[in-house]
């Protein structure tokens, strides 16, 4: 399964002092105009989350190497979960980061290829999916009226809509799928990572929450596991053919 990333020495003390770094600077300069002490709100947030997060897990620090006792001594259930829910704010706000990013690259000229292993997936296609779906207004060309932001709007509500239907529809496949990826022994880390969030999504009654993971981890295995890549690269073409369906259709 994942490897553990719950600090037990020095080293990964470090590695987290890095990220912190990282995150709070990022915080003042992704929006490319206030940094250090002038932030949005909205970073500001991410910056006491990730600081809230990084407090219990260093508290977590030696029930990880060992010392239970202790561990469960100095942090309680409670805090724990506080840390969960302030995870989920660091994650938006990374979340939110993320296509901003990938447009700065493009615009300063990174082709998908090379965007590709930055971002953790296989290929050029998957680079540039990822990207769609984290930023559908993507595709929308400039100078479109309010009226036609609204119509594309709908239409791609309409698109997931379709795409939700026939992932419903054929629920018994896409589980199996998902079950057999899942089962894989012997992945590097980052992509059991991917599985275990597929393994996750596999918990889930509606089968359209499989779509997002099965997407990420089959565009991992392209390598390793080419036949299974293969069929989920087919469900992405169907999905992102119902999409087109209804935002290409004539006004």
């Known amino acids: 399964m994942a490897a553990d990333a719950t600090p037990g020495n020095r080293t990964h003390d470090t590695t987290e002092d890095r990220t912190a770094g990282q995150v709070g600077g990022a915080a003042g300069d992704t929006a490319g105009h206030d940094t250090g002490d002038s932030i949005g709100p909205t970073q500001a947030a ?10 219990t897990v260093r508290q977590l620090a030696p029930a990880a190497a060992g010392q239970v006792r202790d561990g469960l001594e100095t942090v309680s259930s409670s805090d724990v979960l506080a840390a969960l ?8 706000q990374l979340a939110a980061w993320e296509p901003l990013l990938i447009g700065a690259a493009r615009d300063r000229g990174a082709s998908w290829t090379v965007i ?21 207004h993507a595709t929308e060309p400039d100078g ?3 009226e036609q932001r609204v119509q594309a709007a709908r ?5 997931d809509r379709a795409v939700t239907q026939w992932a419903r529809d054929n629920a018994a496949m896409l589980r199996r799928l998902a079950a057999q990826i899942t089962a894989l022994d012997g992945l590097d880390p980052s992509t059991q990572e991917a599985a275990d969030r597929l393994l996750h999504a596999l918990g889930d009654t509606d089968t359209a929450t499989l779509l997002a993971p099965l997407a990420e981890a089959g565009a991992k295995l392209e390598d390793s596991h080419p036949r299974l890549a293969g069929q989920v690269s087919d469900i992405s073409t169907t999905t992102d053919q119902l999409r087109t369906e209804h935002t290409a259709r004539p006004q």
Do not use: C, K
Not at 48 to 55: G, L, N, W, Y
Not at 118 to 124: E, I, K, P, T
Not at 155 to 159: I, S, T, W, Y
């Open 144 to 146: 479109m009226t309010g």
């Open 46 to 55: 991410a910056r006491a989350a990730f600081a809230a997060v990084e407090q």
């Open 116 to 136: 590709a292993p930055a971002l953790g997936v296989a290929s050029r296609q998957a680079a540039e999916r990822r990207y769609l779906r984290l930023n559908p």
């Open 155 to 159: 239409d791609r509500r309409a698109g």
């Open 85 to 92: 829910a302030e995870l989920r704010v660091v994650q938006d």
